[in-house]
């Protein structure tokens, strides 16, 4: 019991530092963000877009296995991560190498040299990034947020003010690449600062090679959730206009903006400590009924709440070019709830080592969707996010019943936790729609009115269906662990 009380403090501390470090960088980075797509235009994310696909699924593979294994390993030694650091510096420098032969190839499937160049660019982060991952796991592994926090948090608003300063003076979509290489290199920096690595690599792998087995698999899993992520891109990139990709793509980050910033706060708590119970998995079970009950009730009414308005928000934050996006950003925001509950599952499978099961989740995801975006893609933007809405919600119950199954709980108790939520943003959906042809007054006013009433309706019908989970949040809001 004093474990588990133990376990229960450090994780509530290490979230409030999680989400401080987030809370207050991320504020000020929505507002840069919405600053630097006012000045930039739909060709300049749709052409970093489709680049984004190659690195991002370069470096998620290099992340899987290196990083996790890390974390997961009870038994750690020096001359493990003598070994670990060899194996990284080898396999960073060659995918450098890798990405920068790809380029032209990816711009050529494109069909456009720009893509091309931009690949060329970011390739050099690889070399940057192998600095910073032995020091980074490290860092998660001890549970030390507040320092990964700090980290962040100075990465994020230097990174954000240069984007912002290379959008005004002209540079176009240089400004989004250059200023990501910004935000990688001076996280790495500051990562090793915190943690240097006080050793020689040694490029022997005799004591790691159950770790690389592990690590391994969690790769082939991250190609292929990527892909699954990201093939509505690719596809898109090769048969829509850089700014139909564009409208879609600012659809899909202004959606994804809430998880974005909640899902990496609960995953960078969640998966260490799930690793310190990992021998105990009715215990492993509990917590992930818990965690999904609570944060789908806070959650929901973001995704929903936001869907309402994006016909004020978009225009108001983005500026009118972007009215095209309004459609499509609704869409996805409607189906994010059932996105982030089966991502919710991942960081306790991964403890579990279920790496095989969740191969099988992928695959079963990765088809379905494939299906469901080939036959949208030829309907724009708007065609991509419904293929979203109609080919989600059957991945999401097969999955949900295939992890029911590992955690020993009928797939009933899973869904039953979806029920009150639902139905408390709908009624929220319906009122805030309606408010809309009633009011007649500013922008910011309308927008403020129908927060107001939209939160007022879901905390109400919350309190009346599923009381409990709404207490509490309330008290784990208050501690002050």
């Known amino acids: 019991m004093t474990h588990n009380t133990n376990l229960k403090s450090q994780v509530l501390s290490s979230l409030k530092w999680v989400a401080m470090g987030k809370i207050v960088t991320q504020l ?24 984004d696909v190659l690195f991002g699924f370069l470096n998620l593979l290099l992340a899987s296995l290196f990083t996790s294994s890390i974390i997961q390993e009870k038994n750690l030694t020096k001359q493990s991560l003598k070994q670990l650091f060899g194996a990284i510096i080898l396999s960073h420098i060659g ?9 032209d190839v990816a711009g050529s499937y494109y069909q456009s040299e720009v893509v091309s160049k931009i690949l060329k660019v970011n390739a050099w982060c690889f070399i940057i990034l192998a ?13 030390e947020f507040k320092r990964v926090s700090i980290i962040a948090a100075v990465a994020n608003i230097v990174a954000a003010v240069s984007t912002l300063a290379m959008a005004f003076m002209g540079y176009g979509f240089w400004a989004l690449v250059i200023g990501e290489i910004i935000f990688i290199g001076l996280r790495a920096s500051l990562t090793f ?14 004591d790691i090679t159950p770790m690389l087995k592990f690590g391994g698999m969690l790769s082939i899993q991250a190609v292929c959730y990527y892909v699954f992520m990201h093939m509505d891109v690719a596809i898109a990139g090769r048969i829509m206009t850089p700014t139909e990709v564009g409208l879609y793509a600012i659809g899909l980050q202004v959606a994804l903006m809430p998880q974005k910033k909640i899902m990496p706060l609960l995953r960078q708590v969640a998966f260490p400590a799930f690793s310190k119970i990992q021998d105990q998995p009715q215990l492993i079970s509990s917590y992930v009924l818990k965690a999904q009950r609570l944060c789908i009730s806070l959650t929901l ?34 189906i994010m709830p059932l996105r982030f509950s089966e991502e919710l599952f991942t ?14 989740n992928i695959s079963f995801m990765l088809v379905i969707m494939f299906i469901s975006i080939i036959v949208a893609a030829n309907h724009g933007a708007i065609g991509l996010a419904l293929a979203w809405l109609g080919g989600f919600p059957l991945a999401y119950l097969i999955v949900a019943w295939r992890n029911s199954r590992i955690f020993a709980t009928p797939l009933s108790r899973f869904l039953k936790l979806l029920v009150a939520p639902m139905i408390s943003g709908a009624c929220m959906f ?16 309308k927008l403020t009115i129908q927060i107001g009433l939209g939160g007022i309706t879901y905390l109400g019908l919350m309190l009346l269906l599923d009381r409990a989970s709404i207490e509490e949040i309330a008290t784990m809001l208050k501690k002050k662990k």
Do not use: C
């Open 131 to 143: 600095l910073e991952v032995i020091p980074a796991a490290l860092l998660a592994k001890n549970m």
């Open 301 to 334: 009414p973001i995704f929903w709440g936001l869907a309402s308005v994006t016909d004020l928000v978009i225009p108001l934050l983005l500026g009118e070019k972007w009215i095209g996006a309004i459609i499509p950003t609704t869409i996805i925001l409607m």
């Open 95 to 103: 995918f450098f190498a890798l990405q920068y032969s790809l380029a």
């Open 193 to 206: 600062a915190a943690k240097p690595i006080n050793f020689l690599p040694s490029f022997k792998i005799s």
């Open 347 to 360: 960081p306790a499978l991964k403890s579990l080592k279920k790496v095989n099961h969740t191969l099988i």
């Open 430 to 445: 319906a009122v805030v729609f309606v408010s809309k042809s009633m009011l007649d007054t500013s922008v910011l006013l």
């Open 28 to 51: 000020l980075r929505w507002a840069m963000t919405f600053w630097v797509i006012r000045l930039l235009s739909p060709d300049d994310y749709g052409l970093v877009a489709m680049s």
